[in-house]
């Protein structure tokens, strides 16, 4: 029995919560016994700001230990494995310190506020042995591992043009603080230049056209275009300043030389070259879920993480990272 921690409850905290219970009720071999939440006497009466609904606004945590101390939790507790979802300046000590206490840690993306911080703690996990993913969740998400699956088997040849997006009205608290959250770049589109990364592999430059709207963030909406070898066409856009009734939107649209796949509400839509158009069948599980799952049974066989390794996830920080570097120069091509 895996005995868990959470650290942060928050809106990402708390979709970490409602996935370890429902495992639990599945009867996976896990135990979450403890959160920390500098604000934990706050937040366990209040709701949590997010762009997907968590399972309830306020939730009953008297079955669980509470601390408003990291230190004291790990004093008092005998953990296997720690989920890290704090602001993103707070990730790479706290994970580096969990992994050189022998805790395996999922710790929520961004991986780091730097990529030199992403190395450090991809360096902790193989010096110590134990386990680090991070948790880009895309790479969970059905719709996304069918287009993966497309791409890696050639079912439709290879890949000519795609385009992807996401969007959402803005956000609350530290993530309009540009130096904390990186702004849209790093804590939003990350999801899709990660997702090139995994789908395409590491562009050869990129160029980016980003504009700040908001007073105090970052880049608020980005638009990339990424550059390889073979010439495909391949761009990314983000914005998080979408007001009125939007909500939240993520999309993709893949050409491949035998057929496309087009994945807007929900529904990922394939359309072969040579037959009629279809909608996809997906297990019906979001990807924090899935991925939680997935790094579990990773700890509990003694297994790598190969999905969605720390390094890997830290080449997509540095993909960002020259995609920032191109917006400050209006767009001029970056080497990655």
């Known amino acids: ?8 409850f928050g809106f990402m905290g708390r979709m970490h919560f409602d996935n370890y219970v429902r495992l639990m009720q599945e009867g996976a071999e896990v135990e979450l016994i ?10 366990k009466n209040a709701s949590a700001w997010g762009n997907i609904a968590t399972a309830q606004d306020v939730y009953d945590l008297s ?9 004291d939790m790990l004093e008092k507790e005998e953990l296997d494995a720690v989920s890290i979802t704090l602001p993103t300046p707070l990730h790479a000590d706290l994970a580096v310190s969990l992994l050189e206490r022998g ?3 999922l710790c929520e993306k961004p991986i780091a506020r730097t990529s030199a911080e992403a190395h450090r703690m991809a360096e902790a996990a193989v010096r110590t042995g134990s386990t680090l993913m991070i948790g880009q969740c895309l790479r969970f998400w059905p719709a996304y591992e069918y287009a993966k699956q497309c791409v890696t088997d050639g079912r439709f040849g290879s890949v000519l043009s795609g385009s992807f997006f996401r969007g959402s009205g803005t956000p609350q608290g530290w993530f309009l603080n540009g130096e904390q959250s990186g702004g849209c770049m790093l804590d939003m589109h990350i999801h899709d230049t990660d997702m090139i990364n995994w789908l395409f592999g590491k562009p050869d430059e990129v160029s980016s056209i980003a504009r700040n709207v908001i007073p105090g963030s970052a880049y608020d909406s980005v638009s990339t275009n990424y550059i390889y070898a073979d010439g495909k066409v391949l761009n990314a856009q983000a914005d998080w300043t979408l007001q009125g009734d939007f909500g939240f939107a993520m999309s993709y649209r893949i050409n491949f030389e035998g057929g496309n796949l087009i994945f807007e509400r929900d529904q990922l839509r394939v359309n072969p070259n040579d037959q009629p158009g279809f909608l996809a069948e997906l297990p019906a599980d979001m990807g924090y879920y899935r991925e939680l799952k997935y790094f579990l049974d990773a700890v509990s066989k003694g297994q790598p993480v190969s999905v969605c390794s720390p390094e890997s996830a830290a080449e997509s920080l540095e993909i960002v990272e020259a995609e920032i570097r191109s917006a400050d120069n209006r767009g001029a091509l970056v080497k990655v």
């Open 1 to 8: 029995m895996l005995k868990v921690g959470l650290i942060g």
């Open 34 to 43: 403890a959160i920390c939440d500098l604000r934990i006497e706050e937040l």
């Open 63 to 71: 079955p669980y230990r509470l601390y408003e101390s990291i230190d």
């Open 103 to 105: 805790i395996h840690v």
